[in-house]
């Protein structure tokens, strides 16, 4: 059993680092159309993280996420995920969605000791609001890896886009980021961000008020 945890650790950080090494957006909905599929690679200063997502029904979709955290208590999390639609208002100029995103699987510790191998458990709350010209979104993330991690995270993000484009077009969104992490020792990060996209794909980057790059990307298949 342990032999098979570290493989699957080793795997899940090799994913990681070549997910990594293709340098490219953040947040996108979790649930994309019925039989697409979804990878989102996210670096910020925290760390890193690779969610696949494969949607199943309108409201369904099930996956994998995976994160190799750098800051404070380094360790590395994975495991298969399911995310759901929860409810969705389709307005006359916009539209709102509430998400939910939860996982099982394994965190590891980096760096040989006792209990460095433990269960974890994630789950996530996510609410977005967008017309063709506004975006917030609101994320709630809570951890719980019994020894390496119990934490609770929460994200916040408002953007507008300077110019109306088609889908065929190159969209611009301009955006600020604000993250709270209660357990670490600089709990509040602020970021302005770029974000791009141009039909299946989406790219966003900035630098927060303490000089840490943010780069993430989305790419739909």
Request: proline content about 4%; glycine content about 10%.
């Amino acid at each position: 059993m342990k032999s098979l945890r570290r493989i699957s650790s080793q795997i899940m950080v090799v994913a990681l680092v070549l997910a990594g090494l293709t340098v490219a957006p953040v947040i996108a909905k979790p649930i994309s159309y019925v039989g697409g599929t979804m990878i989102m690679q996210e670096n910020d200063e925290t760390g890193y993280t690779l969610t696949v997502d494969h949607t199943l029904t309108p409201k369904v979709a099930i996956g994998f996420y995976g994160k190799k955290e750098i800051h404070g208590d380094k360790f590395t999390v994975g495991g298969p995920q399911v995310n759901t639609l929860v409810r969705r208002w389709n307005l006359p100029d916009g539209q709102g969605n509430i998400f939910t995103m939860t996982g099982v699987g394994v965190a590891q510790r980096n760096g040989a000791g006792p209990n460095n191998t433990q269960f974890a458990a994630w789950t996530s709350l996510l609410a977005d609001y967008e017309t063709r010209r506004i975006f917030t979104s609101y994320e709630l993330r809570l951890m719980y890896a019994q020894h390496i991690e119990k934490s609770a995270w929460q994200r916040a993000r408002v953007g507008f886009a300077p110019y109306l484009g088609n889908y065929d077009d190159l969209n611009t969104w301009i955006m600020l980021q604000v993250d709270h992490h209660p357990a670490k020792s600089r709990a509040t990060s602020i970021t302005p961000l770029i974000r791009l996209f141009y039909k299946s794909f989406l790219a966003e980057g900035g630098v927060n008020t303490r000089g840490e790059v943010l780069f993430n990307w989305v790419q739909q298949f």
